[in-house]
Structures are given as structure tokens and as C-alpha cells.
């Protein structure tokens, strides 16, 4: 079993910058697959991005070039450097976590959800 707790959030102006960052229990961290996803209020959890155990990324099309997802296995810690950020990022970011994920891009492939970390980005 795993806990994630995300940090980092807050307000920000448009073309700002802001670093999540989940922490996440246990000592098995390496061995899962990690993603970042975001709700905006009346839509549906969005994917955002996601690193495979070994570090393969995959991107959501609406963040691809100005968001950028790692991970440090020593630390036990996934983060999400957004740069460039927009109105239309604004949102509760949620970090997710399952082992038997390689890169996953749904919200089927996580198990472990962390309890979210609200961006505001003001115009």
C-alpha cells in the first residue's frame, strides 16, 4: 500500500511557473508507475502526465511542451514543473499511483489517488 501527498499548489499569474510535488509512503516507490491528473470544477479528471518505473514520460496534449513530470526514488517523490501556466490550467492536480501500470494515461490504470492540490492561475 501506498499514501501520496501532493504540495506546491497555489495562485499564480498567467505565464507563471509552479512545481507540484508528491511525496509517497512506503519503500516500493520504484516499483510503480506514477501520473498527474487535474479537475477543473463541472469537468471530468483530466490526464495530464505520467513516468514509468524506468522514467518514460507521456504527456497530455493540452500541457506538452510547457509541463514537464519526474520522479526521484531516493526521495520517493514525483513531481509536475508547470511553466508557461494559463487560466485554463487552473484546477485540483491529483497524483496517482499503481504498480501494474507502465505509463498510463486513464483513470482506470491508478489505484492510489493522492487528496489533491489546488492551482489557481489568474489571467
Known amino acids: 500500500q501506498v499514501q501520496l501527498v501532493e504540495s506546491g499548489g497555489g495562485l499564480v499569474q498567467a505565464g507563471g511557473s509552479l512545481r507540484l510535488s508528491c511525496a509517497a509512503s512506503?519503500?516500493?516507490?520504484?516499483?510503480?508507475?506514477m501520473g498527474w491528473f487535474r479537475q477543473a470544477p463541472g469537468k471530468e479528471r483530466e490526464f495530464v502526465a505520467a513516468?514509468?518505473?524506468?522514467?518514460?514520460?507521456y504527456y497530455g496534449d493540452s500541457v506538452k511542451g510547457r509541463f514537464t513530470i519526474s520522479r526521484d526514488n531516493v526521495k520517493n517523490t514525483v513531481y509536475l514543473q508547470m511553466n508557461t501556466l494559463e487560466p485554463e490550467d487552473t484546477a485540483v492536480y491529483y497524483c496517482?499511483?499503481?504498480?501494474?501500470?507502465?505509463?498510463?494515461?486513464?483513470?482506470?490504470?491508478?489505484?492510489?489517488w493522492g487528496q489533491g492540490t489546488q492551482v489557481t492561475v489568474s489571467a
Open positions: 512506503g519503500r516500493t516507490f520504484s516499483s510503480y508507475g
Open positions: 496517482a499511483a499503481d504498480q501494474r501500470v507502465f505509463v498510463g494515461r486513464f483513470k482506470d490504470d491508478y489505484y492510489y
Open positions: 513516468i514509468s518505473r524506468g522514467g518514460k514520460t
